[in-house]
């Protein structure tokens, strides 16, 4: 499929290669990659793929929709970077849920240098489950950051130190539970610390160093069978941030993930390094908990951010994997639907 791929809009099929090529750069939970792509004679759709959700560790596919938003962020940039403007379409057909947004080129304008930048960061972007160095966030790059997650209508919260502390409790609660559920065990090593050649998951080699007790914070490690890191010593003061937005609908969730990528992109540009801190909103107890921490804004979200040294990108899927006929889309769609819409 991928040798003849068409002409979308005002795209050439080459430049649609290179846009999925860099939508399905974007993160996602266990690098499960939960997207499919649909092309039409104008548009290129973005569809959640149910098939690739994961029940144990995210129930609700909160964080299936979030890596889609990613991956729409990074599909517009690419569109800019071709000189053209796309035009958006979030949830526009309710009779076909997974649909979750349509991109179609329309016109040309110029990049800007801001875009220049975020799409640039796009290849370099890596998720860093590595101890980073203890130099703290500049305050500008930090209000950085608050203004890309605002652009796309969604926030980024820093937390007091109180607010850290409570929340280090609460990673440590959601850790216990889930470890607790032998489905999500089963998953995790499923996904996890998988050998080289793999086309998803989270090889060993891009995976984190062993929890010890000792660890203030408790990052998760993708694979507690390999050997321990040497000098492996997280920061003592991780910068935390929280991703939320102001409901909890499945717009709400598309654009903080486009937001979440945004975010990312901003930190990669600035020289930043970034891994996630998902357990905490993958349980439904601490996240109402951390919710009212916020003080009533949704996280949808959590990131840890730093200087860290390099790592190599995860492996992502051929684009023959996650590409569709249009007849099968629309035969299949409708059947489709992700929990907890």
């Keep these: 499929m991928t040798a003849g791929i068409p002409a979308v809009g005002q795209l050439a099929g080459s ?26 004679d104008t548009a290129i759709e973005l569809h959640a793929d149910p098939d690739r959700a994961l029940p144990a560790t995210d129930p609700a596919q909160q ?15 690419a569109v800019r970077g071709f000189g053209m403007r796309p035009d958006i379409r979030l949830l526009p057909d309710p009779l076909r849920p997974t649909l979750l947004a349509t991109v179609r080129p329309q016109g040309f304008q110029s ?22 160095r203890p130099d703290p966030v500049p305050a500008d790059v930090l209000a950085e950051l608050h203004e890309a997650a605002g652009r796309e209508h969604a926030t980024l919260e820093t937390l007091t130190v109180g607010q850290l502390t409570e929340l280090r409790g609460l990673l440590r609660q959601a850790h216990e539970i889930q470890w607790r559920d032998p489905a999500f065990r089963a998953e995790w090593r499923a996904w996890t610390g998988r050998p080289d050649g793999q086309s998803d998951g989270v090889p060993a080699r891009s995976a984190g160093p062993v929890p010890e007790a000792r660890d203030e914070w408790l990052f ?15 920061e003592p003061e991780p910068r935390i941030v929280v991703i939320g937005s102001f409901h909890d609908l499945p717009l709400a969730r598309v654009q903080a993930g486009q937001a979440m990528q945004r975010v990312l992109l901003t930190a990669t540009a600035s020289g930043l390094a970034a891994s996630f801190l998902p357990q905490v909103v993958e349980v439904a107890q601490t996240r109402a908990a951390l919710r009212e921490i916020l003080g ?5 979200t959590v990131l840890r951010l730093g200087y860290g040294s390099p790592v190599a990108a995860t492996p992502r899927r051929s684009l023959a994997r996650v590409l569709e006929s249009v007849l099968a889309e629309k035969d299949s769609s409708r059947s489709r639907t992700p929990a907890g819409w």
């Design 220 to 234: 998760r490690d993708f694979g507690s069978t390999r050997e321990r890191l040497p000098g492996k010593d997280f």
């Design 296 to 300: 009533g804004v949704w996280p949808q």
């Design 63 to 77: 964080e299936l929709v979030l890596a889609c938003g990613a991956a729409l962020l990074n599909l517009r940039l």
């Design 111 to 132: 990049l800007t240098v801001g875009e220049r930048s975020l799409r640039e960061a796009i290849t370099r972007r890596r998720t860093n489950r590595r101890p980073f």
């Design 15 to 40: 430049q649609v290669r290179l846009a999925l090529l860099a939508a399905t750069a974007a993160p996602s939970v266990h690098n499960s990659q939960p997207w499919r792509f649909v092309l039409t």
